[in-house]
């Protein structure tokens, strides 16, 4: 277990801020009292359309692709780091939360 945290700093997987972000969000989740309030939340669409516009925003602002001219944006790749970016937030989520519930499931 301690090997699968070191690979994650020497990655630098975590300092990702949708993985950052999925994994607050899942420990905070998974340690709140009110179960059926968070079940409500992560089956809305809502929630995760939120994570998808603030990805885009992350992605067109601060982490703009371009072609090869160094000039047009390139946008089949930034669209991809966009749902890449919500696929590492909901992994991240869900793994945060399993890890929550393996250490207190004893």
Same mark, same amino acid.
């Given at each position: ?40 939340? /992560? ?6 359309? #939120?994570?998808? !516009?603030?990805? +885009?925003?992350?992605?067109?602002? $601060?982490?703009? *692709? ?8 390139? /946008? ?6 966009? #749902?890449?970016? !919500?696929?590492? +937030?909901?992994?991240?989520?869900? $793994?945060?939360? *399993? ?8």
């Amino acid at each position: 277990m301690i090997k699968g945290i070191l690979a994650l700093f020497r990655t630098g997987i975590i300092f990702d801020p949708f993985v950052l972000f999925g994994i607050v969000m899942g420990f905070v989740t998974s340690l709140s009292p009110n179960k059926e309030a968070i079940e409500i939340i /992560y089956k809305q669409n809502s929630f995760y359309l #939120l994570i998808l !516009l603030i990805a +885009f925003l992350y992605h067109y602002f $601060l982490k703009k *692709v371009y072609k090869e001219d160094g000039y047009t944006l390139d /946008y089949v790749r930034m669209t991809l780091n966009i #749902l890449l970016s !919500l696929v590492k +937030f909901v992994v991240s989520c869900a $793994l945060s939360i *399993v890890f929550v519930l393996m250490l207190f499931a004893f």
